[in-house]
């Protein structure tokens, strides 16, 4: 069990499309390793392309930082419906420490995933719960927050970001 590096922007794979999880694929020791990784960070979400594994999982933990642990693996996970009504939300990632960013989503979602047992899962998420999953989800399209800004807020977050060591 390790704590593994993060994968700073602009780091190319950040931008690359994940391959799905094989279903016999072992992940046991990636997961542990990633649950590590994201609580000693500390972040609330981390996904495989940001310890440069390209495959389509991604771990969360939206309570934890108030008390209230509740891990949740998803691979190869799909949204299948969403919310019409959007927010704004202050998205910070750990692929890009110390920038936060205010990014659109839509206020809930519906995902589909397979958990560590290859049983299929499928749940309605809401509020900031539905904000980490999506945002995990993003970086196994190859988005970043950066990605959802308008062209003007990107590039003047991106000057400021390039210029932090």
């Known amino acids: 069990m390790s704590v593994l590096p993060i994968l700073r922007w602009p780091d ?20 542990t390793d990633m649950f590590e990784t994201m609580y000693a960070a500390p972040g609330r979400g981390l996904a495989a392309p940001q310890i440069g594994v390209m495959k389509r999982l991604f771990v969360m933990d939206c309570g934890w930082k108030e008390g209230d642990m509740t891990p949740e693996l998803c691979i190869n996970p799909e949204i299948i419906d969403s919310a019409e009504t959007e927010s704004t939300g202050d998205e910070g990632c750990l692929s890009i420490p110390g920038v936060v960013t205010p990014v659109v989503r839509p206020d809930w979602v519906v995902m589909r995933w397979t958990d560590l047992a290859g049983a299929v899962q499928e749940r309605r998420l809401d509020g900031f719960e539905a904000r980490c999953a999506q945002h995990e989800f993003d970086h196994l399209e190859g988005r970043v927050t950066f990605d959802r ?9 991106e000057a400021d970001y390039a210029g932090q060591p």
């Open 12 to 31: 190319p794979r950040l931008s690359r499309p994940c391959d799905p999880v094989a279903p016999d694929e072992a992940l046991e020791e990636l997961v």
């Open 149 to 157: 800004l308008a062209p003007d807020l990107r590039a003047a977050l």
